[in-house]
Nanobody, 117 residues
Framework: QVQLVESGGGLVQAGGSLRLSCAASGRTFSSYTMGWFRQAPGKEREFVASISRGASTRFYGDSVKGRFTVSRDNAKNMVYLQMNSLKPDDTAVYYC??????????WGQGTQVTVSA
């Protein structure tokens, strides 16, 4: 099983960019599909993006398509989320997660992203 630690969050103005990173421990990282999710205050957790084990398949939530890009480096046990053209509605705690089978069952502690108008 992996352990996940996110970093890279912060405060940015609308229109700006941030790159989130997720560091995974363990030698089986490449066997997991990885995902990014976010949760804003008072809202349900929302799917942001996912990337398959070999990075050949990526999915995005409708609200971030064309602005966010998910990538991974299996040699470094890292997954990234490049966020461009940020909007105030992107403000949330962002989590990376590892999927085993059909469910995401390992989660990081989250990193706060705040986008000011």
């Amino acid at each position: 099983q992996v352990q996940l630690v996110e970093s890279g969050g912060g405060l940015v103005q609308a229109g700006g960019s941030l790159r989130l990173s997720c560091a995974a421990s363990g030698r089986t990282f490449s066997s997991y599909t990885m995902g990014w999710f976010r949760q804003a205050p008072g809202k349900e957790r929302e799917f942001v993006a996912s990337i398959s084990r070999g990075a050949s398949t990526r999915f995005y939530g409708d609200s971030v398509k064309g602005r966010f890009t998910v990538s991974r480096d299996n040699a470094k046990n890292m997954v990234y989320l490049q966020m461009n053209s940020l909007k105030p509605d992107d403000t949330a705690v962002y989590y990376c997660a590892a999927r085993s089978g059909a469910t995401y069952n390992t989660w990081g502690q989250g990193t706060q992203v705040t986008v000011s108008a």
